[in-house]
């Protein structure tokens, strides 16, 4: 960590979306300079684009190497680790280009951070459909950060600080047991271990955020927690055993109990810590409470990565009007996780 603020790398995300905007956006704001040393990394010609929309008054500073970069208060640090056929990709569109640079983006980043040049990351958002027309197939930001931090127990979490939708004095956090995957799909990807496993991960991320011991509570997956086994039997099965043996090993952690009345509960502050089964179980309640404030935390990684929960917004895209409450947020929980780390 640098001496006064943490060095963040804010990756584009995909061109053709709002990424480029909010990234711009944000090296100009001047709550999210007090709090870190931003570094872009994308384009710099995309960047000055941007910037010359949003009528910032900036100048790009492009940079060979991450260390290279130095705080100026007019001039946006931009580091480029991809190719430059990203500079002719139309906005709102899907693109194999922009998939590629997303990815380099993403990848030089996740890589600057295990070496220690930067304290954490920042994704803008990318396109899964740009992704994989590029040939790469991930479902998204936490499988490729996995896989180049080599962890295997990894979480996706949406985390909301606290405030008048969220009563909890250290915010909710609300992590999911299977993340990009069909809903056809998630009960056979339920396991005992999988819970157990996520369980651990949002204790130590709601410790890290000062909140010792945390309140934790564990989704069902079917409705009314499958009433005795009428609609599903995954409670007894798969679920609740996890949390006995969270339980066992001291935590304070209770469910698995019906998910729809769960995250009213959390948000009134009887929970600190929610574990979801899967994807939109979590999200859609974060979503509907706080979709600018909720923000997306990978858990297990050893770097700290955060993002906005919104995506490429390619009906918005490039057309000056893009908000970046969502990324100074997520700028905001980074440099605490960086502090605190």
């Not at 500079?87 to 890589?111: E, I, K, W």
């Amino acid at each position: 960590m640098t001496a006064d603020r943490p060095r963040v790398a804010l990756t584009m995300g995909d061109v053709a979306g709002i990424g480029p905007e909010v990234c711009a956006r944000a090296c100009v704001d001047p709550q999210i300079l007090a709090a870190v040393n931003p570094i872009v990394f994308g384009h710099p010609d995309v960047l000055e684009r941007a910037v010359q929309l949003l009528q910032l008054r900036r100048s790009v500073q492009p940079i060979d190497h991450v260390g290279d970069a130095e705080t100026s208060d007019d001039t946006i640090t931009c580091y480029n680790p991809g190719s430059d056929d990203v500079v002719d990709v139309a906005p709102a569109t899907v693109d194999a280009r922009a998939g590629r640079a997303a990815y380099d983006y993403l990848v030089a980043a996740t890589h600057a951070a295990l070496d220690h040049q930067i304290d954490a990351i920042v994704t803008a958002p990318l396109n899964k459909a740009a992704l994989r027309a590029a040939g790469l197939n991930y479902p998204g930001h936490t499988e490729i950060l996995a896989q180049e931090c080599g962890v295997s127990d990894f979480g996706m979490m949406l985390y909301m600080p606290p405030g008048e939708n969220v009563l909890s004095p250290h915010g909710l956090g609300v992590v999911h047991v299977t993340l990009h995957t069909s809903i056809r799909s998630v009960p056979d990807l339920l396991t005992t271990t999988a819970i157990r496993e996520k369980i651990g991960l949002m204790q130590q991320f709601m410790q890290t955020m000062g909140c010792d011991p945390p309140r934790l509570a564990v989704c069902a997956l079917n409705p009314h927690a499958g009433e005795e086994g009428l609609f599903g039997n995954e409670e007894a099965g798969i679920i609740a055993p996890a949390v006995v043996a969270a339980v066992a090993d001291g935590l304070n952690v209770t469910g698995p109990l019906p998910a729809d009345t769960l995250m009213q509960r959390a948000c009134r502050g009887e929970f600190d810590g929610v574990i979801a089964m899967y994807h939109d179980q979590g999200h859609i309640a974060l979503k509907l409470l706080g979709f600018e404030s909720a923000v997306n935390v990978t858990l297990g990684l050893p770097i700290i990565r955060t993002s906005p929960s919104h995506g490429t917004a390619f009906d918005i895209a490039w057309q000056g009007t893009a908000r970046m409450d969502g990324m100074q947020q997520a700028v905001r929980v980074a440099a605490m996780l960086a502090r605190g780390s």
